[in-house]
């Protein structure tokens, strides 16, 4: 069962139709068999946190910290590798910085 910190291939519905499609994503928490988790991107243009092929990605990728959602354990098809300390603790330094406007 994959855990906070792994990237996975899973079903990502796009936010502009309603194609579906596997695509990596970070696993942030589970709970009752639902995942959150981050998107991951190859397009390096994009904003968020980098992910090396060194780090275990198979393209040079970006997290991407705002396009989060929600997916089944049956929509996910394979664990791909885990985040190392460093680069956890800075998905959740950006996370719980965006997250400190709620509060505003």
Same mark, same amino acid.
């Given at each position: 069962?994959? %855990?906070? *910190?792994? !990237?996975?291939?899973?079903? #990502? ?6 194609? =579906?499609? +596997? ?30 092929? %060194?780090? *275990?990605? !198979?393209?040079?990728?970006? #997290? ?6 929600? =997916?089944? +354990? ?31």
């Amino acid at each position: 069962m994959p %855990k906070a *910190g792994d !990237v996975v291939i899973t079903l #990502i519905q796009f936010t502009d139709t309603y194609e =579906v499609k +596997k695509r990596p994503a970070l696993v942030l928490f589970e709970e009752f068999d639902n995942f959150v988790v981050a998107g991951i991107t190859s397009n390096l243009k994009m904003e968020g946190i980098p992910l090396s092929k %060194k780090e *275990g990605a !198979v393209k040079d990728s970006i #997290i991407k910290l705002n396009y989060i959602f929600t =997916v089944s +354990k049956s929509m996910i098809f394979k664990t791909l590798f885990h985040l190392n300390k460093e680069k956890k603790r800075l998905v959740f330094d950006e996370l719980t910085k965006r997250l400190d406007n709620l509060d505003k």
